[in-house]
């Protein structure tokens, strides 16, 4: 596996995650609350509803600072039931000629809001991937394999419009016995219905 890199991110830059996932949930909450007293006042709720009306089941979201890293990555997220999203997370990372990765990220997150996967989230991910990259001697290849953590917030706006941040870390093992842990800053964009 060798040195994957430093996995040191700016303290501000992680700060900056955690801002950003609280105040897009600010705002998420708010409207909520404002969509929930207005339909409180306008009609009487079933007694036993499985899920709320306007619950959006699926998101799917790029992630949009991956970019600035040349990473090219997408969630797809299905929630059966109200709070708990299975996670699927593909991505391709690299630079063509020289390194790249491929690989799968397959997770849960809890959210705390009502509409779908929007509110505060958190939770677990297991992820797989296979690291190239060319030296001197040729192509070098790895499996490597880890789980992270990941903890922020997402909000669905009225058309279904979707935004969030984040941030976690992963821990990753090589083929090698090597292991290191990065730090993740999450971003999401994208749509839910």
């Given at each position: 596996?060798?040195?994957?890199?430093?996995?040191r991110?700016?303290?501000?830059?992680v700060?900056?995650?955690?801002?950003?996932?609280?105040?897009?949930?600010?705002?998420?909450?708010?409207?909520?609350?404002?969509?929930?007293?207005?339909?409180?006042?306008?009609e009487?709720?079933?007694?036993?509803?499985?899920?709320?009306?306007?619950?959006?089941?699926?998101?799917?979201?790029?992630n949009?600072?991956?970019?600035?890293?040349?990473?090219?990555?997408?969630?797809?997220?299905?929630?059966?039931?109200?709070?708990?999203?299975?996670?699927?997370?593909?991505?391709?990372?690299?630079?063509?000629?020289?390194?790249?990765?491929t690989?799968?990220?397959?997770?849960y997150?809890y959210y705390?809001?009502?509409?779908?996967?929007?509110?505060?989230?958190?939770?677990?991910s297991?992820?797989?991937?296979?690291?190239?990259?060319?030296?001197?001697?040729?192509l070098?290849?790895?499996?490597?394999?880890g789980?992270?953590?990941?903890?922020?917030g997402?909000?669905?706006?009225?058309?279904?419009?979707?935004?969030?941040?984040?941030m976690?870390?992963?821990?990753?093992?090589?083929?090698?016995?090597?292991?290191?842990?990065?730090?993740?800053?999450?971003?999401t964009?994208?749509?839910?219905w």
């Amino acid at each position: 596996m060798g040195n994957m890199g430093t996995g040191r991110v700016r303290h501000g830059a992680v700060l900056a995650a955690l801002v950003v996932a609280l105040g897009i949930v600010a705002v998420g909450t708010n409207a909520e609350a404002q969509e929930a007293s207005e339909a409180d006042s306008s009609e009487e709720e079933p007694e036993e509803a499985e899920t709320p009306k306007g619950f959006k089941h699926y998101t799917f979201t790029g992630n949009a600072l991956n970019v600035i890293v040349l990473r090219i990555s997408a969630n797809f997220e299905y929630l059966p039931v109200p709070h708990h999203a299975i996670v699927i997370n593909p991505s391709i990372w690299g630079v063509p000629g020289v390194f790249g990765m491929t690989g799968i990220e397959v997770g849960y997150h809890y959210y705390s809001g009502s509409k779908g996967a929007n509110g505060f989230f958190f939770g677990p991910s297991l992820l797989a991937y296979r690291f190239d990259v060319l030296t001197i001697g040729g192509l070098a290849s790895a499996n490597i394999y880890g789980i992270a953590i990941d903890v922020g917030g997402q909000h669905i706006f009225g058309g279904g419009f979707t935004l969030g941040a984040g941030m976690g870390m992963a821990r990753w093992w090589g083929a090698d016995g090597g292991s290191e842990t990065w730090p993740r800053i999450l971003s999401t964009l994208g749509y839910s219905w």
